[in-house]
């Protein structure tokens, strides 16, 4: 069996998939992007599709979106179950990074073409995220100091870097160095909860950070999600409930390949 992350990945850690719907939105950080006729290219090679993967575009600057039983949810995790949000630093990035690596590990396990994060995995991650760090939307949830969620949600860097052209010299450095008046959306990368500690109201409890943040920084007026399954029903359930709408589709493809065809396809010479 032969399957298909992206022209240039190889897990779904990586930027994944084809682009098959929201050609004409300008990626994110960390979203592939390929022209329409490369679905043609990949189908009409025998690949077939096995699972797509939905981007929401968010709001984060309206509240009025939200349906109000997530904000009882949430409110319920910080008052009932003893949720405290705190921010992760720059200096105990990596730190932290090896209990995202735990968390990620056991909440995405079961889900279609997971690989888990090992330590080389997380020393070339930590590095990548300090280049685009910003404190605010670096997350970490805690019930009696013990760490049972995180969310780390990226400024879209790309809108600093369009404006660069390429090049750092001779202003692009100051249009990097300024970048956070310019970046007015941002990609939640990741949201995971220990599944023990799923029941709690975690989950909602980041999310409306996320609202909190924005209020404090009202530059920031939307944003999209990381990828999310189709089939992963709950958190499409809580993405519609927070008034997301499906922008972007990339599709995951794979081909079946038959051993001894495939052998006496080689044996034949031909």
Known sequence: MERMVGPADFTVNDES??????????????????????????????????????????????????LP???????AALDEHGVVIRNMS??????????????YNQAWR????????????????ALEMQLVYAREWFMVAEIDGETVGMAITVPDINRALKGMNGRLLPLGWWKYLRRSTVIDRVRVGFLGVKPEFQHTGVAAALY?????????APIITGGETGWIL????????????MGG?????????????????EYQHLASGA
């Open 69 to 75: 039983a997530l904000f009882e949810v949430g409110q």
């Open 230 to 241: 189709e089939t992963n029903t709950n958190m499409n359930r809580g993405m519609e409930a």
């Open 110 to 125: 079961k889900n279609w073409g997971f690989v888990p994060y090992d330590e080389h995995d997380l020393d070339e991650y």
């Open 90 to 103: 720059r200096r105990k990035l990596r730190k932290d990074f090896d209990v995202f690596a735990e968390i």
């Open 17 to 66: 998939g084809i682009v098959v719907e929201g050609h004409d939105i300008q990626p994110m950080i960390r979203e592939p992007w390929h022209p329409r006729y490369y679905q043609g290219l990949v189908e009409g090679s025998g690949m077939e599709k096995v699972v797509d993967l939905y981007m929401y575009d968010l709001n984060v600057a309206d509240r009025s979106q939200v």
């Open 208 to 216: 409306l950070h996320h609202y909190d943040v924005c209020e404090a």
């Open 245 to 261: 709408v499906i922008i972007k589709r990339y599709r995951m493809y794979e081909r079946l390949l038959d051993d001894d065809a």
